[in-house]
């Protein structure tokens, strides 16, 4: 098959791999879609060329997260899925044309209401935002909520399911996507090349930075005594460097210990349970993947460019049904910025 393998710090190829064995209890998926995150360019870092080091796994590492397509082979002892099933999830190496999880991974149905293409937008985004709005930011029912970087694809994922929790959102974006966003039901939108946030008087119970744009200092003008501030994952990689996303996130933390507001950091972790409620979500309409871009997987690089500037709104999607030949791309790690 065909697949987007990294080779080392800054390279990755379209090169012919082998085919992934199916377990017993193994569901085989043709990729139909995906999409770009910044946990995809891991692999490129630094960071990631250790890790894979010190795991000793090979150099070689198939790149991508989020993925639908169709169920191409099960194995013997595989009961909830059968080969023809349309299903969508999130499970490394993605950029392929098959990849082979375990049925009890985060893996469910794709929703008949939903496109292939929508569906491969949303493991890692969908569950990003619906982690930090229900469990980290423990949002409730008439919350007044903020949601500081809400045009990338965190962001549009995170109004939608918090106006679906039935949460006040005011969203924080740039001036291009104002509208955009009141569409997807903020009843709040603040151009933030006009107005700022932390200066508005308003008083919040929960704070999504997935912009990463502002301190701690200047959010707590807006929490109210108690609130949450939940610092996303992908927020950090706005920063130029590695270091430098670490000291954001360690000054976080350290900061929110000397006030009444709490501070959270996190990562999203990929399950089927929060597969299945952004699946339920995407069935009711209260959920829906906004895609800026579509390119295809030898149109990568251009992605991973596009995806650097930092101005997608929405999510950027991959074809993975039509390809050609690529040559090797150089992607430099730190120009990483948040989805």
Do not use: W
């Amino acid at each position: 098959m065909k697949a987007i393998v990294c080779e080392k710090r800054g390279v990755m190829k379209l090169e012919e791999i082998e085919l992934p064995a199916v377990p017993d209890d193994g569901v085989l998926v043709r990729v139909h879609a995906s999409s770009v995150n910044p946990v995809d360019l891991f692999p490129l870092s630094g960071a990631g060329r250790l890790m894979r080091k010190l795991a000793r796994k090979p150099k070689r590492d198939v790149m991508g997260t989020d993925f639908a397509g169709t169920v191409q082979s099960v194995g013997k002892d595989v009961t909830r899925f059968r080969p023809g099933d349309e299903v969508f999830g999130g499970e490394h190496g993605s950029f392929a044309e098959y990849i082979c999880l375990s049925e009890s991974d985060a893996l469910a149905r794709k929703p008949a209401n939903v496109s292939l293409e929508q569906a491969g937008c949303v493991a890692v985004a969908a569950l990003t935002a619906l982690q930090a709005i229900r469990d980290h930011g423990q949002v409730k029912p008439g919350h007044e909520v903020l949601i500081n970087g809400a045009s990338g694809g965190v962001g549009t994922f995170a109004v939608q399911i918090a106006r679906a929790l039935g949460a006040e959102v005011t969203a924080v974006c740039s001036p291009r996507n104002v509208d955009a966003i009141r569409s997807l039901g903020a009843q709040r939108v603040i151009d933030y090349t006009r107005e700022d946030f932390t200066k508005s008087g308003q008083r919040y119970d929960a704070l999504i930075d997935i912009a990463g744009s502002r301190s701690l200092s200047d959010c707590r003008r807006v929490l109210q005594p108690g609130s949450i501030f939940v610092l996303v994952g992908a927020a950090a990689v706005q920063h130029t460097n590695e270091m430098k996303a670490f000291g954001h996130i360690i000054g976080t933390r350290m900061r929110s210990m000397r006030g009444r507001q709490k501070a959270v950091f996190f990562i999203a972790k990929l399950t089927q349970k929060d597969m299945e409620a952004i699946a339920g979500l995407m069935v009711s309409g209260k959920v829906t993947s906004v895609i800026d871009r579509r390119y295809t997987l030898d149109q990568l690089e251009d992605a991973f460019a596009y995806f650097n500037e930092g101005h997608a709104r929405g999510k950027i999607a991959l074809d993975l049904m039509r390809h050609e030949p690529a040559k090797a791309a150089a992607v430099a790690p730190q120009e990483l910025v948040t989805g």
